[in-house]
């Protein structure tokens, strides 16, 4: 099992950052993957940017590609997502995922239903 609890959201105006912290706890190996996503109001769940748990096979989305970074702190188990030049498109809850296996494609890393465990998720509004 896997638990997983999100952090750092809240209210920035465009053109500002904000880091988000997923830190987890239980058993967690360096194959794992840790996902973010992001669910606008009234919209599908998609994929931000992944990382495998030992720093390796970094995805993003291509809307977040040059402003967002997936990193992870393997000490204090926890993983970042720094955003910056934020757009009040990025408005959203943004979600941690942990995935237990490996994808062979970006079709396949980037989707739900591939991520087992889920954080409940934190606010980012970013005004414009």
């Known amino acids: 099992q896997v638990q997983l609890v999100e952090s750092g959201g809240g209210l920035e105006t465009a053109g500002g950052s904000l880091r988000l912290s997923c830190e987890a706890s239980?058993?967690?190996?360096?194959?794992?993957?840790v996902g973010w996503f992001r669910q606008g109001l009234g919209t599908e769940r998609v994929f931000v940017a992944q990382?495998?748990?030992?720093?390796?096979?970094?995805y993003y989305n291509d809307s977040v590609k040059g402003r967002f970074t997936i990193s992870r702190n393997s000490s204090e188990i926890t993983v970042y997502l720094h955003m910056s030049s934020l757009k009040p498109e990025d408005t959203a809850v943004y979600y941690c995922?942990?995935?237990?296996?490996?994808?062979?494609?970006?079709?396949?890393?980037?989707?739900?239903?591939?991520?087992?465990?889920w954080g409940p998720g934190t606010q980012v509004t970013v005004s414009s």
């Open positions: 990382i495998r748990w030992d720093g390796g096979d970094l």
């Open positions: 995922a942990v995935r237990d296996r490996y994808c062979p494609s970006y079709e396949c890393a980037s989707s739900t239903t591939q991520f087992k465990y």
């Open positions: 239980g058993r967690i190996s360096d194959s794992y993957y």
